[in-house]
């Protein structure tokens, strides 16, 4: 299947910083990617949904504010936590949806994910 | 909202077939049944997908019943490595964002 890949897989960070992530589609144009996040021991809760070259879709409950997110091309999509706090530690995970090579119809792949943990 | 229900969690033996059941007894008739796992600390990662008719793919089989309202994941030889959370979604096309429900925990035991 096609690769996505997130970036840092992990990070710590104190109170107050801003943390951005970026998520990339390496064999694929991505027209479509999805930002979720995931507390221990619970399922995925999806964030937003990114359109290339326009404005993310947040799902009811998500401050658009405090993440930002940003889907400048159609490889690369990256989420800020802005003004960081302990409440925001979690495994973040983006999906990507396009086609590719040798497929027949638009699929959907996901990255590794990265885990934030705000002292 | 999830439109699926799956027991929380199971037990199968390693070698064994795992069986993982699923209800989806409000699917349209253009949703598609899904099924991905999640191994631990890891992104989930797509198994099969079916309409109507039952499919077979290298890592599984997908059986959906005739009036499409219940579906079944087997794995054929379950080996440690399958210990993950499955879900099992549905949605109409492959631009659709993703729902996830709570999945069902399935632990092969050696």
């Known amino acids: 299947g096609a690769v996505v890949s997130q970036h840092p897989s992990r990070v710590i960070c104190k109170s107050g910083t801003s943390v951005k992530i970026e998520c990339r589609s390496l064999d694929f144009q991505a027209t479509t990617m999805f930002w979720y996040r995931q507390f221990p021991k619970k399922s995925l809760m999806l964030m937003a949904t990114?359109?290339?070259?326009?404005?993310?879709?947040?799902e009811q409950g998500v401050e658009k504010d405090k993440f930002l997110i940003n889907h400048a091309s159609l490889t690369l999509s990256t989420l800020t936590v802005t003004s960081a706090h302990p409440e925001d530690s979690s495994f973040y995970i983006c999906?990507?949806?396009?086609?590719?090579?040798?497929?027949?119809?638009?699929?959907?792949?996901f990255g590794p994910g990265t885990r934030l943990t705000v002292l | 909202d999830a439109k699926t229900t799956q027991p929380t969690s199971m037990d199968c033996a390693e070698g064994r077939a795992a069986n993982l059941p699923c209800n989806h007894s409000?699917?349209?008739?253009?949703?598609?049944v899904y099924w991905y796992r999640q191994i631990h600390s890891q992104g989930p990662q797509y198994i099969i997908h079916?309409?109507?008719n039952n499919e077979t793919n290298e890592m599984a089989s997908l059986i959906i019943t005739e009036d499409r309202k219940s579906s079944t994941l087997i794995l054929p030889h379950a080996t440690l490595r399958d210990t993950a959370v499955y879900y099992c979604i549905v949605r109409v096309d492959r631009d659709d964002k993703i729902i996830f429900g709570k999945g069902t925990r399935l632990h092969i035991l050696p």
């Open positions: 999906s990507a949806s396009g086609w590719t090579s040798g497929s027949s119809y638009n699929e959907q792949f």
């Open positions: 079916g309409l109507k």
């Open positions: 990114s359109n290339e070259g326009s404005k993310a879709t947040y």
């Open positions: 409000t699917i349209s008739g253009n949703e598609y």
